[in-house]
C-alpha cells in the first residue's frame, strides 16, 4: 500500500558510499527512488529550533544544490532539515530545472513519518522524484536512540555534510562527529 522496497548491502541499489562505514545497514528500506542515492550526495543538518536567517540559508544552500544536480540528504525533522527539503523540493518543481533530489532519513519505520507535520513534505519529496530510507521495519516507531542510529546513515551517504545553526549536545553536531570520523 506505501510502495516500500528494500536493499541489501552488497546489492546494485545500495548507496555506495554507505558501503564504506564501518556500521552500514544490512538492509535499508525505502519508497520511492533509491537511486538517488548514488548520485552526489551532500548532507544539510541543523537545530529544530531554527532562526529566520537559518531557516533561509537552508533553503537556499537546498535549492541550489539541486539545481546544481546534487541530492540533499537530511532528517525531516522540523527546523533546518524540514527547510532543507523544502529547498529541494522547491527546485524541482520550479519548471523542472533542478536534476537534484532530496532524501528523507527517518529514525522510524518507512510507514511512520516522523514527524507527523511533515506527512505532506514526505509526499512531495516522493512527487518530486525523491526517497525515503529507514533501516527499520515498517511500522517500528521513532525512538530517542534510532534518531542517532539515523545520523550515521545521514553522514554515511554523503560526500560531505552541512551543519546549519547548532547548539552544542544537537543531533546535528551528533552527524558532524559521524562525518568526520567518515573522512567526510
Known amino acids: 500500500r506505501f510502495g516500500c522496497a528494500y536493499t ?11 558501503t564504506q562505514i564501518v556500521d552500514a545497514p544490512f538492509l535499508l528500506f525505502y519508497r520511492g527512488n533509491i537511486g538517488v542515492l548514488n548520485r552526489d550526495c551532500i548532507a544539510v543538518v541543523g537545530t529544530r529550533r531554527v532562526t529566520a536567517d537559518g531557516r533561509s540559508a537552508a533553503y537556499d544552500f537546498s535549492y541550489d544544490a539541486c539545481c546544481d544536480a546534487k541530492t540533499v540528504v537530511s532528517g525531516l525533522a522540523l527546523g533546518i532539515d524540514g527547510e532543507a527539503h523544502k529547498g529541494s523540493v522547491a527546485s524541482c518543481f520550479d519548471a523542472h530545472r533542478a536534476d537534484g533530489k532530496t532524501v528523507a532519513v527517518l529514525p522510524s519505520g518507512i510507514d511512520v513519518i516522523v514527524p507527523g507535520v ?8 516522493l512527487e518530486s522524484g525523491g526517497c525515503l ?3 527499520y521495519a515498517p511500522g517500528v516507531p521513532a525512538l530517542p536512540w534510532r534518531f542517532v542510529q539515523r545520523n550515521r546513515i545521514i553522514a554515511g551517504v554523503a560526500a560531505a555534510t552541512v551543519v546549519i545553526q547548532a547548539p552544542p ?16
Not at 169 to 184: C, K, M, P, Q
Open 8 to 18: 541489501l548491502y552488497g546489492s546494485e541499489d545500495y548507496p555506495s558510499l554507505l
Open 118 to 125: 511533515h506527512r505532506r513534505l514526505a509526499g512531495q519529496i
Open 133 to 135: 530510507v529507514s533501516e
Open 169 to 184: 549536545g544537537s543531533g546535528a553536531l551528533v552527524t558532524a562527529d559521524f562525518a568526520v570520523e567518515y573522512n567526510r
